[in-house]
C-alpha cells in the first residue's frame, strides 16, 4: 500500500486545500510544501528498500510495492501498480521537480490555494502514470496530466495564455486518442483478452500478424510523439511553453514530456517487440531529425523560454534515438542495445533537473523586466552574479559538459547506438556541437556586454499571469515583450535571485552535478530494468 499512499497523498492535500478555506494565503503554499516533500520521503525510502536483484518478475523486470486490484472485470482492467527500474526514478524525479515549484511559488503567489491545489492534483496523476501497470489506468492518469497543465497555463499564464492551453489540450487530447486506439488494438489482439501490461509483455500479442501490430505500434507512437514531443508534433510545445507560468513550464518540461518517452520504454517496446524491431529504424530516423530540427530552431530563436522550448525537442530526440537503436537486433550486441537504453533512461532524468532549473530561471527574467525577449536584457552578471552563475551552471549542463548527468546519458545513447546505425549517431553528435553553440550564444546576450534591463515591471517578484505593475499602456508583443519593456536602462537596480528561487533551483542543479559525478546510485537501479527491455525486444 506504500505505492498507493506516494500516489495519491498529494490529491488528498489538495482535497484538504479545498475543503478548508482557513488554508489561503501562504498558507497554502506550504500545505503544498508539506505534502510535496512527504511524498518525496516517501519515494526515497522506496528507493532505500529497492532491490533490483530481487521481486516478482514483472513488466520487464523485477517488482515492488505492487499493488493489483480489480477494476473494470469485464474487460480485465485493474487497479495495478508497481515500480521497477524504470518508474522508480521518474517518481523521485517527479517528487523533486514538485517539491522544487512548490517552494518557488512562495516568491509572490497568485490565488495560491488554487494554485497549490491544481500542481498537488497534477503531480498525482503525473506519479499515476509512471506507477501503471494497467493499461486503462495509464490512460486515465495520461489524460489527467492533459488536465491539469491545462489549467496551470489557462490560469497562471501570461500573454497568449488560453489560446495556448487551448492548443496544448487539443494537440495532446487528440494524441491520447491514437494511444487509446493502440490501446484497444493490444487488448484485441492479445489470447488473454486483457489491459494487464504485465500478462501483455509476458505474452505479447499480434505476434503472428505483422501489419496489425505495425498499425497498433503506429496509434501508440504517434500518441506518445505528440506528448513527448517529436518533430513534427511538435509545434504545440513553444506557445505552451512561452505563455505558462515558469513553475508550469519547469513541469511541463520536466515531467509531462517524460510521460511519452516513458511510454515508449514501457508499453511499445516490451509489448510489441516485433514491430519495435521491423520500425526500429523510422524510429531512430525521427529521433536524429528531433534532435537537429530542435538544435537549429532553438539556435534562431530570440526569445529565452522558446529557444530553451525547442532544445527540449532536441533532448528527447536522444532519448528517442537510444531507444530506436535498441530495436535493431541484427546491427548490434545485447551489450550496446542495453547501454544505449540506459542512455536514454538516463536522459529522460538528466533532461529533467537541468531544463526545470532552466524554466526556474526564465522566471526570473519575467517577473523582473515582463518579457523573455533577448533584445531587451545584457550585461546580467554585473547587478546579478548568483543569477548569472546559476544560469551558466544550467547551461553547460544542458549542452552536455562532463560533469553533469547530460553527459553521462548522452555518452552511453552514442557508444549504444553507434554500432548498430553509425551514420545517425554521427549526425545526432553534431546537434551537440549546434546545443552548445546556442547556449553559448545566450549567456552572451544575456550576460555581457552593457547593463540593460526593460524599463518596466522590475522586482515584481512575481511570474505569474497579472501583469500588475506594467504601465496600462504598454502593448503586448511577440514573445512577451511589451512595447515600453523593449526600451532598456541601465539595470543598476535589478535584484538578484534570492529566497525561494534560490531554494527552488539550486537542489535541482546540485542533484544534476552528483549524478554526473557520482552515476553508479542511479546506474544500478537503471540497467537491470534496462538490460531486461534489450532483451523482451531481441526475443
Known amino acids: 500500500m506504500l505505492l498507493t499512499v506516494v500516489v495519491l497523498l498529494p490529491l488528498a492535500a489538495a482535497a484538504l486545500l479545498l475543503a478548508v478555506p482557513a488554508l489561503a494565503g501562504r498558507a497554502a503554499i506550504w500545505v503544498w510544501i508539506a505534502a510535496s516533500a512527504a511524498d518525496l520521503a516517501l519515494v526515497a525510502w522506496m528507493w532505500w528498500r529497492y532491490d533490483p536483484g530481487q521481486g516478482a518478475t514483472g513488466v520487464v523486470g523485477n517488482l515492488a510495492y505492487e499493488v493489483d486490484l480489480r477494476w473494470i472485470p469485464t474487460v480485465d482492467a485493474g487497479y495495478h501498480i508497481g515500480v521497477d527500474g524504470l518508474s522508480l526514478p521518474l517518481l523521485a524525479l517527479t517528487g523533486v521537480l514538485f517539491l522544487a515549484c512548490a517552494v518557488w511559488s512562495l516568491r509572490e503567489p497568485d490565488r495560491p490555494r488554487a494554485q497549490a491545489a491544481l500542481f498537488l492534483f497534477l503531480q498525482t496523476a503525473c506519479l499515476g502514470t509512471f506507477a501503471a501497470l494497467d493499461l486503462i489506468l495509464f490512460f486515465v492518469f495520461f ?19 488560453r489560446r495556448s492551453a487551448l492548443k496544448f489540450f487539443l494537440y495532446t487530447f487528440v494524441g491520447s486518442l491514437a494511444l487509446l486506439v493502440g490501446f484497444i488494438g493490444l487488448f484485441l489482439g492479445s489470447e488473454e483478452r486483457t489491459f494487464d501490461m504485465v500478462a501483455l509483455a509476458a505474452n505479447p500479442p499480434l505476434t503472428d500478424s505483422p501489419l496489425a501490430a505495425g498499425l497498433v505500434l503506429l496509434a501508440i507512437g504517434l500518441g506518445l510523439a505528440v506528448k513527448t514531443p517529436l518533430f513534427p508534433f511538435h509545434t504545440w ?3 505552451a511553453h512561452t505563455d505558462a507560468p515558469a513553475a508550469g513550464s519547469a513541469i511541463l518540461a520536466g515531467i509531462l514530456l517524460k510521460l511519452g518517452t516513458y511510454g515508449f520504454v514501457r508499453i511499445a517496446m ?12 523510422v524510429v531512430v530516423v525521427v529521433g536524429v531529425i528531433s534532435v537537429l530540427w530542435g538544435a537549429f530552431v532553438a539556435l ?3 526569445n529565452v523560454k522558446r529557444m530553451i522550448a525547442y532544445t527540449s525537442v532536441n533532448h528527447m530526440g536522444y532519448v528517442l534515438l537510444g531507444l530506436g537503436a535498441a530495436g535493431l537486433v541484427g546491427q548490434a550486441d545485447a ?3 542495453t547501454i544505449a537504453t540506459v542512455g536514454a533512461l538516463y536522459q529522460m532524468v538528466g533532461h529533467g533537473l537541468l531544463t526545470g532549473a532552466l524554466f526556474l530561471l526564465s522566471g526570473v527574467l519575467w517577473s523582473r523586466g515582463r518579457t523573455y525577449a533577448f533584445d531587451s536584457w545584457g550585461g546580467l552578471a554585473r547587478p546579478a552574479p548568483v543569477f548569472a552563475a546559476l544560469l551558466a551552471v544550467a547551461a553547460f549542463g544542458s549542452l552536455g559538459l562532463p560533469g553533469f548527468a547530460s553527459f553521462i546519458a548522452e555518452f552511453q545513447i552514442f557508444t549504444g547506438a553507434l554500432q548498430a546505425a553509425p551514420v545517425a549517431t554521427v549526425l545526432a553528435v553534431t546537434g551537440i556541437l549546434v546545443t552548445a553553440g546556442l547556449f553559448l550564444v545566450a549567456l552572451q546576450r544575456l550576460l555581457t556586454g552593457p547593463t540593460a534591463v526593460p524599463s518596466v ?15 496600462p499602456s504598454s502593448r503586448p508583443t511577440e514573445g512577451g515583450a511589451t512595447a515600453t519593456a523593449l526600451r532598456r536602462r541601465p539595470a543598476t537596480g535589478m535584484r538578484d535571485v534570492h529566497g525561494p528561487e534560490l531554494g527552488a533551483v539550486v537542489p ?23 538490460a531486461a527491455v534489450a532483451q523482451l525486444v531481441a526475443r
Open 143 to 161: 489524460d489527467l496530466t492533459i488536465v491539469g497543465m491545462y489549467f496551470v497555463i489557462a490560469g497562471w499564464g501570461h500573454d497568449h495564455a
Open 237 to 239: 510545445l513553444p506557445d
Open 270 to 281: 516490451p509489448i510489441l517487440p516485433d514491430a519495435w524491431q521491423r520500425w526500429a529504424m
Open 300 to 302: 534562431a530563436q530570440t
Open 335 to 337: 551489450e550496446a542495445r
Open 457 to 471: 515591471g522590475e522586482d515584481s517578484g512575481s511570474d505569474d499571469g497579472d501583469a500588475g505593475d506594467v504601465a
Open 508 to 530: 535541482l542543479l546540485v542533484l544534476a552535478v552528483l549524478l554526473g559525478l557520482f552515476p553508479r546510485a542511479l546506474l544500478d537501479v537503471i540497467e537491470p530494468a534496462a
